[in-house]
């Protein structure tokens, strides 16, 4: 029985520093350094399985990434995109949430020093756009997004005293 042959792997000069740089990289995440590897060692004329011993992976995998990198080049090593559950929180609230946040809380006439997760749900609910919401994906929203107001302060000052005679 013939064995398919390995899609052959050319890289270009670019391509070859990209892929080295991430066989190397301290920070690279493993699964990102792992389709270095394999790229960058089919490149060299190695086949499937001597690659998939050298790296202690199978070659269904190595089959894989060097498919997908003949095909797609440097894009075919990302993740595909994954299916699961449609969210259920709108855009449009989620940037109504990520909004009222931005805002200091005198602005929109509550009397607070900052936000909290159940002050905004309330305020939002108020609003007319936060149905079907709690204070944890209020907050679950904002760590999306660089925002957090429970690290912003502001003073709720009283009105100003008018000044004691004698006094400037």
């Not at 199978?58 to 969210?87: E, H, I, N, Q, Y």
């Not at 929180?89 to 946040?101: G, N």
């Amino acid at each position: 029985m013939l064995l398919p042959r390995a899609v052959p792997v050319t890289l270009a000069a670019a391509e070859c520093k990209t892929l080295k740089k991430r066989a190397r990289g301290a920070r690279t995440a493993h699964r990102d350094r792992l389709r270095a590897q394999i790229v960058l060692a089919a490149a060299r004329g190695r086949d499937n399985a001597r690659i998939a011993a050298d790296l202690r992976i199978t070659v269904d995998t190595v089959r894989k990434w060097r498919g997908r990198f003949a095909g797609c080049g440097l894009d075919g090593l990302a993740d595909l995109p994954r299916s699961g559950r449609p969210r259920r929180i709108s855009e449009l609230t989620r940037a109504a949430v990520v909004a009222l946040a931005c805002q200091l809380p005198a602005a929109t006439g509550v009397p607070l020093s900052r936000w909290t997760g159940p002050e905004l749900l309330a305020e939002v609910t108020r609003a007319g756009t936060g149905d079907g919401l709690s204070a944890s994906s209020v907050l679950r929203i904002l760590a999306e997004h660089p925002v957090k107001p429970w690290q912003y302060r502001s003073w709720i000052s009283p009105a100003p005293r008018p000044s004691k005679p004698g006094r400037p």
